[in-house]
């Protein structure tokens, strides 16, 4: 993963967060997916009065890109933080959730890229198959 695409998907990310509707926990997630064709899709999450209806950042994007026709993956950036956190200088990491890595992983190989930040230069990459090892897995009939 070279430092550039990184910096872009973390960018992306990070301006996608601005769209985020977390009325509820009042924290804001971006995600930027790459697809193989080089298209980003960007996503934020979006939450519901009705709790469980709410979506991850994560999952909109994948949602966005597998609707577009896309299906294979280079890598994600994903951002999150308290509303108050200035866009640029995040305090923590957001790790995707459990269901984002089952469902990164109905799409994405062990070693994709998961890119998570605090800033465009404060950031670490971890594999899907780190994050989430012995997924599960139908093989279609
Ligand atoms: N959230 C995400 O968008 N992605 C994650 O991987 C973790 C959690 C959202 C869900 C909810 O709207 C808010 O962050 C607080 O949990």
Known sequence: MKS??????????????KNSYAPYSGYLVGAALLAEDGTVYTGVNVENASYPAGICAERTALSKA?????????????????????????????????????????????????????????????????LLPFSFSLSCP
């Open 66 to 130: 597998v609707s577009e026709g896309r299906r294979h993956f280079k890598a994600i950036a994903v951002v999150g933080g308290r509303r108050e956190e200035s866009a640029g200088c995040l305090k923590e990491d957001c790790t995707p959730c459990g269901i984002c890595r089952q469902s990164l992983a109905e799409f994405c190989t062990p070693d994709f890229p998961v890119i998570t930040a605090k800033s465009i230069t404060d950031y670490r990459i971890h594999t899907l198959g780190e």
């Open 4 to 17: 550039e695409i990184a910096g872009m998907l973390i960018q992306r990310a990070l301006e996608a967060r």
